[in-house]
């Protein structure tokens, strides 16, 4: 290999490093993205399973009205599962992966917030 | 005291874009500035210099008509680029550095340190990674405080769609010709040389680089000789690709010049064969004479390969060929296409 | 601009200011020191943007021997310009200013001369009314600083958390600060104004300002929009604020609890720290406490299995309520406890997953800590 095939070579493999790793990063948006929207689709599909449940409940015994405070805790019960899921759901860092597993006082609020 | 000189920003700003230095003056006496702008346009087109002027006229303290006074305090630091609430980042070599966007991240959320209201330029929009463009999105989209933001960007399609689609895009037009030949006319230019940089730029100091130690004039000379020895039909036309031109090729933007005036001297064969030109229009008017004869002599369809062959150069030179090897083999190419 | 100096007041000056200038600026007349004399004496100003400390030298002052000859302003590069005036020969030194800036320095022999920037260009620091003024005790003021910034922010990824939240109102001053994985929250009360004011100072303003208040020194605090000016001795200290809504932090602190603890807070502090020495080898830097009331006894344990183990039983004042075996993190609960210096505290807790709250026995409402558990399972 001469000098300057050994030039090009290297100078090749720098833009193809460069592209990896922009690509690298781009991915990772893109994993990150997908994730999010994961985890609010589940929830949406539970919202959505809990309320096809309350309305062939009420089909079958129009009487019973589901109660609200029992809604509420269930929509807290999702919120306290994306977040034990590893994912803040409170207004400063929603939807940002929560490192370590450490506790957030903000989400916790959120949860328990009577 | 200092003796008061004009403000070299506004008067660049007025000579390079004066409509678009009107319109904004226009937007900002109504009040209807928003508070984020993408510039695009090319190198040398005066983004800069209007960024700035915008923002002096935001700062200054007797605006008329939405236009800076440039004398005042706030106008000559804003100019001197020593205003603490008018952040200006520019690529610190090729790209904008993760400290760079950390630094104005933070200028984002604080304060201004002097009044109410700070502005932030930013100069290679395009030159920052995904994430970095994607972290500044919501200072730049949704501002605290009184804030407005010039992202500014010669390469538009680089920038990111998400930056785009927040931003009030402006279309920066390429100088007029007679606004920059002034420009080249002030900075000592020589006029038989106007059309042939016109052709290859739109930049004064890419201009001012080439005129460096008279590389340029030099250079020029070169490819007439050239031309003139390829019309003669002589052989010396090749060994002067080594004698004359590659001595002057030094760096890898040079190249480009060398292929540019190629190009440019085989045009002007082809505007004088279509009778598409004055002489006074020529790219190289120094070698009329010559650039006629072959006009007159050559047959159109060799003409055509000629340059044909000139243009191919370009994507050679980009697949890395050899520069010297190139040159030689258009060359005789060109000969034998003359024969 | 022209006058005459003794060189150590001088020096003292130049130091105070220089605490604000950094070689890593925004706009280049920063990396300079402003120096203004007029009839009262000279005035120094140094600044990085974010904090300006500006400084007076008196010409009333017998001990300063300072004497001016001609009014006017300069600013010179501050890095040489201070080991200039450092290294001078004799104990007094002159200072001239030409039209053209060139600004020359005489100490005995020595004689230097260089360049000067225009000091139109330095920046404009704002006027503060007088109106919307507050004085606190130094030393009160400081313990403020030392208890709350240790819990502001350091990630960039929400700004306004990297600052002290500041609420005035009806007589009482409040600071929170938070980075979402701890509180620190600390209350007085004030007298000689009755306006309302909130607002977010960054925490590295806060350490400096509070590097540079001596004891037993009254501090004025003066708040304008955009900046907050802290007046102490000669000294005038200016931050910029952070901008935007600080979020609500009242919510967060519990007001019941199922489980207290009583004890003076250096020995946990000790115990903590020993515990610590394994939890940070590990990679996960968890303690976990076991608190058993019927015994009166808590345990702090710490079980890194790359590494080892670690048991301390620790026999607090009183412990009531329920059982419980919480886990967190050393390093927040270590911080929050320096700040309580040598008191007896209360820890309370709700449950394993909820924050606790650390505070003072005596006067437990002017001072919380909030801490949030880490989950373990």
């Not at chain 1, 129009?62 to 807290?76: L, V």
């Not at chain 3, 590069?77 to 104990?91: C, M, N, Q």
């Not at chain 3, 002290?164 to 979402?180: M, P």
Request: glycine letters at 4%.
């Amino acid at each position: 290999m001469n000098n300057k095939e050994l030039y090009t070579g290297f100078k090749n493999m720098e833009s193809q490093t460069k592209l990896m790793l922009t690509r690298f990063s781009e991915l990772r948006e893109a994993m990150n993205e997908v994730l999010e929207k994961n985890s609010e689709l589940e929830i949406e599909n539970q919202h959505l399973r809990e309320l096809l449940e309350s309305r062939s409940k009420e089909d079958h015994n129009p009487k019973t009205q589901p109660q609200k405070t029992q809604k509420h805790s269930e929509s807290r019960k999702t919120l306290e599962k994306l977040f034990n899921a590893g994912f803040h759901v409170c207004n400063q860092f929603y939807g940002k992966p929560r490192e370590n597993g450490e506790g957030c006082m903000f989400c916790d609020e959120i949860i328990n917030r009577k | 005291m200092p003796k008061l000189v004009a403000n070299p920003v506004i008067h660049d700003a007025d000579a390079k874009q004066p409509q678009l230095v009107d319109h904004f003056a226009h937007v900002i006496s109504n009040h209807d500035l928003t508070h984020a702008y993408l510039f695009s346009g090319e190198p040398g087109a005066g983004k800069l210099a209007v960024a700035l002027q915008v923002t002096m006229a935001l700062f200054c303290v007797n605006p008329h008509a939405g236009k800076p006074c440039g004398q005042c305090n706030e106008c000559v630091r804003i100019a001197n680029r020593q205003h603490p609430d008018v952040v200006i980042v520019e690529p610190d070599g090729a790209s904008i550095k993760i400290d760079q966007v950390r630094m104005l991240k933070a200028e984002f959320s604080k304060s201004a340190v002097e009044g109410n209201q700070k502005a932030f330029i930013i100069d290679g929009a395009d030159l920052m990674t995904t994430e970095a463009a994607n972290s500044l999105l919501k200072f730049i989209e949704e501002p605290v405080g009184n804030v407005v933001s010039f992202l500014l960007t010669s390469n538009k399609t680089q920038v990111l769609p998400t930056i785009v689609s927040r931003t009030q895009l402006v279309e920066f037009p390429a100088l007029a010709p007679a606004i920059f030949a002034k420009e080249l006319a002030a900075n000592g230019i020589e006029q038989s040389y106007f059309n042939l940089i016109m052709k290859m730029t739109n930049n004064i100091d890419t201009v001012k680089e080439w005129f460096e130690n008279d590389w340029f004039v030099k250079l020029q000379t070169a490819v007439s000789q050239w031309f003139i020895e390829l019309n003669k039909r002589t052989p010396i036309a090749f060994t002067m690709v080594q004698t004359d031109i590659m001595p002057l090729v030094n760096n890898q933007a040079a190249k480009r010049v060398v292929l540019d005036m190629l190009i440019e001297v085989w045009r002007d064969v082809l505007d004088v064969k279509f009778n598409a030109v004055d002489d006074h229009e020529l790219n190289f008017p120094q070698i009329t004479n010559q650039i006629h004869q072959i006009a007159f002599q050559i047959p159109k369809l060799k003409l055509l390969n000629i340059i044909e062959l000139m243009l191919k150069n370009n994507s050679d030179l980009a697949a890395n060929i050899n520069f010297q090897s190139l040159l030689e083999a258009s060359t005789l190419m060109a000969l034998d296409e003359l024969e | 601009m022209k006058f005459s100096i003794k060189r150590s007041a001088f020096i003292q000056s130049l130091n105070t200011v220089s605490r604000a200038i950094s070689s890593k600026t925004t706009i280049p007349i920063l990396t300079g020191i402003k120096i203004t004399a007029d009839s009262e004496g000279l005035i120094l100003t140094g600044s990085n943007a974010d904090i300006s400390i500006e400084t007076q030298i008196k010409i009333d002052d017998a001990k300063n021997e300072l004497v001016i000859e001609e009014e006017g302003s300069v600013v010179l590069t501050a890095g040489f310009f201070v080991s200039i005036v450092r290294k001078l020969p004799d104990e007094k030194m002159d200072l001239s200013v030409s039209n053209d800036l060139q600004t020359t320095i005489k100490s005995g022999q020595s004689e230097f001369t260089i360049n000067g920037l225009n000091a139109s260009n330095y920046p404009h620091l704002p006027e503060i009314d007088t109106d919307d003024s507050v004085t606190f005790s130094g030393d009160i003021f400081k313990e403020i600083i030392g208890q709350t910034v240790i819990a502001v922010s350091t990630q960039e990824s929400r700004p306004i958390l990297t600052g002290v939240h500041f609420e005035l109102s009806a007589g009482k001053l409040l600071a929170v600060a938070t980075d979402s994985h701890r509180l620190s929250q600390r209350s007085i009360n004030f007298s000689g104004s009755d306006r309302d004011y909130n607002f977010i100072i960054p925490g590295k303003s806060l350490n400096e300002l509070s590097r540079m208040i001596e004891e037993h020194q009254d501090l004025e605090m003066r708040i304008a929009e955009n900046q907050v000016l802290f007046i102490f001795g000669d000294t005038f200290f200016y931050s910029r604020l952070l901008e935007g809504n600080y979020p609500d932090t009242s919510r967060l602190i519990p007001e019941e609890s199922t489980t207290q603890v009583q004890l003076e807070a250096p020995t946990l502090l000790a115990s903590i720290e020993r515990a610590s020495l394994l939890s940070h080898a590990s990679r996960n830097n968890v303690v976990k406490l076991t608190i058993t009331p019927s015994d009166g006894r808590i345990e702090i344990t710490g079980d890194s299995p790359d590494v080892g183990t670690v048991e301390e039983e620790l026999e607090p004042e009183s412990v009531t309520g329920d059982e419980l075996e919480i886990s967190f993190n050393p390093d927040y609960v270590k911080d929050a406890l320096h700040s309580f210096g040598k008191t007896m505290i209360e820890i309370s807790f709700s449950s394993a997953l909820r924050p606790f709250t650390l505070k003072p026995t005596e006067d437990g409402d002017s001072f919380i800590q909030l801490v949030t558990p880490v989950r373990t399972f």
